[in-house]
């Protein structure tokens, strides 16, 4: 496509380079190790827009975007201290189409000495990179990210010689080694308000009125970058997933910040409480949708945290709401980032369950007549979001009650969602809601009948389904799979001392139930199938 007002103009290149520096499209943080001692005399940047990023798995076109226009972003930034920025446009005529390519073509150009970046957070690019330094023999040299709060080391000392691992201890000791929301010192160093979680006070419903009027969180009007970035994706992806006329993400560091003072403001007092809540329409609720901005490595942990914790301190925001929303990032974020680098690159193949359905076709669309999957795959196609339980409960639920190929929904939750980076992706998706990895990430399959959505959400209300119905016209799919997926892995999962209380219900079933439920099953998979 012809490109009239490109927003990054080729600066003049220094050569030989003494250090390239590599930027990957998730590493856009000027504080990254990638940059310490840099000098603009010697060294030069290295970033490259390649179509292999947008078509290995099919992103969608919220994905895609929010990736190219905060590149750009960040570029311009660099170029604006007068620093040497070599970056390739996926339209550029001699685009190879590859990182690797575009890497090698790089290095034949500027001819550096050595290649430094930070860690990266996908296990194929690493090796993709790595691939070229040793063809073109030159040193690659990657440097801990310190975005985190703990190493992939410190992780791995934390997992050796444990046989099952558990967030709440990982948590724990992290909350330990940073001080957060911790009183005391040493030996007597404590939780704030004498306990470790406040899950019980939390994850209430919204109850019959809803929501109520909660103002809407910050999005931004495409400047003139994100513009052109949105004329391409339209062009060059008109067939990936999604529409990208609701764009209206952070794509810098300055407006990610504006995300997260409001967040804070208005939706953290009541984040715990609504954490798990869902109402029909509603997309944003009380959540703080950064997780994008976090990945992408606009915004640092750090700040994150400290804002929440400083609500807490000036009696904004209560500890259960404060506690909650930093497990999610101090416990969380940094748990499954751990276990997929201790785990790569044979957790990708996991399939503890041995499920080898198709993913049904309208995970694309959203065109299904079951209330709850509608509204969570067409909002999450209109504008890459969805929340947790939206991810875990109704999608992934979905997925695993079906006996979906975990790789399948992998690559499904991989392409949609603006947030989606593998190595917080796959451990969520094949650990956590599909128990591919047979409860290394967690302690039971997240196994549910409707009654949880029903519970949760007044999309039941909206259903031509009925989640307390498993057989008939109106038996509610979730409902039906649930028993289905008990009865198909009761040997398995009676291992399980987590499981027994599920499994003690299939002792209620007459055998002629369990035949019925396993044909209503098998004729919804049939149906759902086409
Ligand atoms: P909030 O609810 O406001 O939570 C605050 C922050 O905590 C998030 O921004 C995120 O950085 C962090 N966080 C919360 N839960 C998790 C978690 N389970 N793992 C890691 N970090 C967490 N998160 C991603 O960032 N990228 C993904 O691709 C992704 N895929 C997921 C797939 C499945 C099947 C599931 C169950 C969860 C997935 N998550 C993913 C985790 C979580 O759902 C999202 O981080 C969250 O919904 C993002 O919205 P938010 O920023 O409004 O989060
Ligand atoms: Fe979803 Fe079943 Fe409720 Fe319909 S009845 S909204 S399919 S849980």
């Given at each position: 496509m012809p490109n009239a007002a490109k927003p990054i103009k080729p600066a003049k290149p220094i050569t030989p380079v003494r250090h390239l520096v590599l930027v990957l499209g998730?590493?856009?943080?000027?504080?990254?190790?990638?940059?310490?001692?840099?000098?603009p005399a010697l060294d030069a940047i290295w970033m490259a827009e390649v179509a292999e990023e947008s078509t290995h798995i099919w992103s969608s076109k919220q994905r895609i975007a929010i990736f190219l226009s905060a590149m750009r972003h960040f570029a311009e930034h660099l170029r604006a201290r007068g620093w040497h920025v070599h970056y390739t446009q996926l339209?550029?005529?001699?685009?190879?189409?590859t990182l690797a390519g575009q890497l090698h073509a790089a290095i034949a150009q500027l001819k550096p000495v050595a290649l430094v970046m930070t860690a990266p957070g996908d296990w194929r690019v690493l090796q993709a990179l790595k691939g070229v330094a040793h063809t073109t023999k030159l040193l690659l040299e990657i440097r801990d990210d310190r975005h985190f709060f703990s190493t992939v080391r410190d992780f791995a000392q934390h997992a050796k010689g444990r046989k099952q691992l558990r967030l709440e201890y990982w948590y724990r000791e992290l909350r330990h080694a940073t001080g957060i929301l911790m009183e005391g010192r040493g030996a007597d160093q404590k939780p704030v308000g004498g306990q470790w979680n406040f899950d019980h006070d939390n994850r209430a419903a919204f109850g019959k009125n809803g929501p109520g009027a909660l103002p809407p969180p910050e999005r931004f009007a495409p400047d003139a970058t994100t513009q052109e970035v949105m004329a391409l994706v339209n062009s060059r992806f008109a067939d990936h997933p999604g529409t990208i006329t609701t764009f209206g993400w952070p794509v810098t560091g300055e407006q990610a910040l504006v995300v997260l003072q409001g967040f804070i403001t208005q939706r953290l007092p009541l984040f715990g409480q609504y954490q798990d809540a869902m109402w029909e329409g509603e997309l944003w609720l009380y959540h703080s949708h950064l997780s994008a901005a976090l990945n992408l490595k606009l915004l640092n942990p750090r700040e994150v945290v400290e804002a929440a914790v400083a609500a807490f301190e000036s009696g904004h925001a209560p500890l259960a709401a404060v506690e909650g929303f930093v497990r999610q990032i101090l416990g969380w974020r940094e748990y499954v980032r751990g276990i997929y680098w201790t785990q790569m690159p044979s957790y990708l193949d996991r399939n503890a369950l041995d499920a080898q359905e198709k993913l049904p076709a309208f995970y694309w669309t959203g065109d299904t007549d079951m209330a709850c999957l509608r509204d969570a795959i067409s909002q999450t196609l209109s504008h890459g979001y969805a929340h947790h339980i939206q991810r875990l409960m109704v999608t992934g639920l979905y997925a695993l009650l079906y006996g979906v190929q975990p790789q399948q929904v992998h690559g499904w939750y991989l392409s949609v969602y603006v947030d989606a980076v593998e190595w917080v992706e796959l451990p969520n998706v094949?650990?956590?809601?599909?128990?591919a990895d047979g409860g290394?990430?967690?302690?039971?399959?997240y196994a549910a009948t409707g009654k949880y959505i029903q519970r949760m959400s007044n999309h039941c209300r909206g259903c031509r389904f009925d989640p307390g119905e498993s057989l008939g016209e109106k038996a509610c799919p979730f409902t039906t799979l649930y028993w289905d997926f008990l009865l198909r892995h009761e040997t398995l999962l009676a291992k399980n001392p987590r499981m027994l209380m599920q499994l003690k219900?299939?002792?209620?079933?007459t055998p002629e139930k369990r035949v019925a439920l396993a044909q209503a099953a098998q004729a919804h998979r049939a149906k759902s199938a086409c």
């Open positions: 998730d590493q856009l943080d000027e504080a990254a190790a990638a940059f310490d001692e840099f000098d339209d550029d005529a001699d685009n190879p189409g094949l650990g956590m809601s599909q128990f290394l990430m967690a302690s039971k399959p219900n299939l002792t209620r079933l």
